[in-house]
């Protein structure tokens, strides 16, 4: 079974360090493309286009939601209670959002009667003269589809998790609330695990075909890499103490450190250049009562052999504790720990191929 990220909430993904990233480490890449005559002839930018060609790229139909009665009745009730708290933390007139901010275009046949008359009644939704489509404010369109996107996940022939380059459309899909806080009580514990500086992601300018050349010529350094930062998600969140975690970050700081100069080697043997990238996730935990230990952020240093790689770079293991705004229901606790992503690039710091 291949490891998918999927990507949210647009539907284009943006040509750049999250493209590069996800398509090194990960089996394939996706993102949410309707079945509709816009998007069904040579409609995806010219990128998305070659890598589909080639099978790193695989489009989600999101009309299979629609097909699964029981997952899309939590979807509604979510989109409900989130689109709710959404609507009472901003000032937005019922409908008079049409004409002072941008709006955001969703297919009338991926959306339920019920979900149609939700947006209608909180005043985001307009049907215009279209019979395709609707449009509706565009905060609670990328709302929309970050939930989406982490439903879609669940029904995935292959084993996904979702992902994004934009940290405010991330507190979409799973809010948190501060380990201190004394609304903790009524949300899901879990950990959250930043690695900072350790993704050596090919720039820019490099093109896909020899990134995806490099990644079948390199494939056992990558896969490497990738189970250490995978084991190392599913040991720290299943520590039982405090005590615990610190002694797998001292634990997995060498492998982690190991395997991001394995790749930056790789990388710079092969004359490309890269940055590093960092990397944010949402942990599960077994042990609720491990985040009053974690009040304060366990920070570890993790150095970058400099001599190496050619670069003056210094990353960092960051544990700390949060709880779901929302207690989530049993199906969003996936086979592994880890289940969503937040990428996003070092800008300073280029190493050079020379």
Not at 91 to 98: F, G, S, V
């Amino acid at each position: 079974m291949k490891r998918t990220i999927l990507y949210f909430p647009r539907i284009e993904i943006p040509d750049g360090e999250w493209l590069r990233n996800s398509l090194l480490y990960w089996d394939d890449i996706s993102s949410i493309v309707p079945e509709t005559p816009e998007y069904s002839n040579n409609s995806l930018s010219p990128e998305l286009d070659y890598l589909l060609s080639v099978g790193e790229y695989r489009p989600l139909n999101p009309g299979k939601l629609l097909q699964t009665e029981k997952l899309k009745e939590e979807f509604e009730t979510e989109l409900t209670s989130k689109l709710r708290d959404y609507l009472s933390n901003i000032k937005i007139e019922k409908n008079n959002w049409i004409n002072h901010s941008s709006s955001y275009h969703i297919y009338r046949d991926k959306l339920t009667y019920k979900m149609i008359q939700l947006l209608k009644n909180e005043g985001v939704l307009s049907e215009g003269n279209s019979e395709e489509w609707v449009s509706v404010e565009e905060q609670v369109g990328y709302l929309y589809m970050s939930l989406l996107a982490k439903y879609l996940a669940k029904i995935d022939k292959n084993h996904t998790v979702i992902g994004t380059d934009q940290a405010g459309y991330y507190n979409f899909t799973y809010p948190t609330i501060s380990s201190s806080s004394t609304e903790n009580h009524k949300g899901t514990p879990i950990l959250s695990n930043q690695l900072n500086n350790i993704l050596p992601t090919p720039v820019g300018d490099v093109p896909f075909e020899e990134i995806v050349d490099f990644k079948k010529r390199h494939r056992d350094e990558l896969l490497q890499f990738r189970t250490i930062i995978s084991e190392f998600e599913n040991e720290i969140g299943l520590s039982e103490s405090f005590h615990e975690v610190k002694e797998k970050v001292v634990t997995y700081k060498e492998k982690i450190e190991f395997g991001t100069n394995e790749v930056a080697k790789a990388l710079r043997g092969s004359q490309i250049k890269f940055i590093f990238s960092s990397l944010y996730s949402l942990v599960n935990t077994q042990t609720p009562n491990l985040l009053t230990d974690l009040l304060t952020p366990l920070d570890t240093k993790l150095p970058i052999d400099t001599t190496t790689i050619g670069a003056g770079l210094t990353g960092s293991i960051v544990i700390g504790g949060a709880y779901l705004k929302n207690r989530e229901n049993l199906m969003d606790r996936l086979s592994n720990n880890a289940f969503v992503y937040l990428y996003h690039a070092n800008k300073q710091g280029i190493v050079s191929n020379s």
